[in-house]
């Protein structure tokens, strides 16, 4: 099962963002072939609205099935989630590679309801 | 005449103006509250009521017994309003500004529009000033998209002669919504640093418009200077002033129009009104 992560740099050993919508880019990672992919979410950051669904629609064409980010969600990012079946995690590990360790043993928590609120509620 | 009271800024006196130029109207005028999120008009006009419509804009609705989920509409939508999933399509409806493009784009003929609330348009005259009627948008709690109301409200005095436009602070959408159309725009500003920036902002706005404005100056005091040399160096017409007058502000306090009470900015708001006649007619836009 592929996770995604809101990622800061390029490298397992960046730090996640703590942004879902507009974080720079993802990194997946697939745990059958032990390989890291890049999904560059860019067109994002200037987006005057709608950030969270297209971030997550990214998330969703990666083949990502569980996505990790730095701290927050917003409801309509987490609702397209919920729509694909994905699971969002929160953590404050320093790295995505360490993330990806606390992940892999069950030690992050799931996000149930968004966290943040919406811009325009 | 369609005159609009724009600002730039929040707070320097657009409806305190407004108010007063419709106080000293000679004919018939409808006096229009552009500023649907939150108008105020109503508290000196005290209007009756006897017209109120429901404004919708129209937003996709998919069928997903046709949908193929190609993306087309998603990928078409500037406002990020249509997430296209795998197996299903979701609309936000609150992000959509009912442009219609995911309709056209969608190669099934999956999408028809319905209808979606987005406030009202009340109108109804004045107890208070017997040749003002009043029309205003009222904005639904929690819809961020006021350009159609604001347009709603202006085309229910669309046959009308005498306008008056109240418009909503800024110089984004509302404020541009507002403003188009009007023969004249009344500029209300304050002798202060943040009031010449955001004046800056709107005179900027109305240029690229191509609509001619004056400016007026509330609470005209010593500081008049930092106005004047801004005018000065951009061509721009100061209209009149209105004194820094502690009852005008009083009055305004207890809902009362400040002309009733102060008999100088009586005399300020006829020459202004005069002048921006005169003005608007030398432009040849008289209708």
């Known amino acids: 099962m592929k996770i995604a992560f809101s990622a800061k740099g390029t490298t397992p050993e960046s730090p996640l963002d703590a942004r879902f919508g507009r974080t720079a880019r993802f990194l997946v990672f697939d745990p059958e072939m032990e390989t890291w992919g890049t999904v560059e979410n860019t067109q994002n950051l200037n987006a005057a609205q709608g950030a969270g669904i297209q971030s997550a629609q990214n998330v969703i064409r990666s083949g990502a099935k569980a996505v990790v980010t730095g701290g927050h969600c917003g409801p309509k990012a987490f609702d397209v989630l919920r729509a694909a079946d994905i699971e969002v995690f929160a953590s404050d590990a320093p790295s995505v590679a360490e993330a990806l360790r606390l992940f892999q043993t069950g030690k992050l928590e799931r996000i149930d309801a968004a966290d943040v609120e919406g811009h325009w509620a | 005449m369609i005159l609009a009271v724009a600002s730039g800024k929040g707070g320097t006196g657009k409806t305190t103006v407004a108010l007063s130029l419709a106080s000293v109207a000679k004919n018939r005028i409808i006096y229009v509250d552009c500023d649907v999120e939150e108008p105020n008009a109503h508290l000196f006009l005290n209007p009756r009521i006897d017209r109120s419509d429901e404004i919708c804009i129209p937003v996709p609705f998919v069928d997903e017994t046709r949908c193929t989920h190609c993306g087309k509409c998603a990928s078409i939508c500037r406002y990020g309003a249509i997430a296209s999933l795998p197996a299903m399509t979701l609309v936000f409806e609150e992000l959509c500004h009912g442009c219609g493009g995911c309709t056209i784009a969608c190669p099934v003929s999956a ?151 102060s008999p100088l900015m009586r005399r300020v708001c006829e020459r202004v009104a005069e002048s921006a006649a005169e003005r608007a007619s030398e432009k040849g836009v008289r209708r």
Request: glycine share 8%.
């Open chain 2, 111 to 261: 999408i028809t529009e319905k209808q979606h609330r987005i406030g009202v348009v009340e109108s109804g005259s004045s107890d208070v000033l017997e040749r003002v009627t009043l029309v205003q948008g009222r904005i639904d709690v929690g819809v961020p998209l006021s350009p159609p109301l604001i347009r709603a409200a202006k085309k229910a005095a669309d046959d009308e002669k005498n306008v008056l436009l109240d418009c909503p602070p800024g110089t984004s959408c509302p404020m541009i919504a507002s403003v188009r159309g009007a023969d004249y725009v009344a500029l209300v500003t304050e002798p202060t640093p943040f009031g010449l920036h955001d004046l800056s902002l709107a005179v900027e706005t109305l240029r690229e418009l191509a609509l001619p404005f004056g400016v007026i100056i509330n609470r005209s005091c010593e500081r008049d200077g930092i106005i004047e040399a801004f005018c000065d160096a951009t061509g721009t017409a100061i209209l009149g002033r209105i004194p820094d007058d502690r009852r005008v502000a009083e009055a305004y306090s207890r809902g009362v129009i400040p002309t009733a009470e």
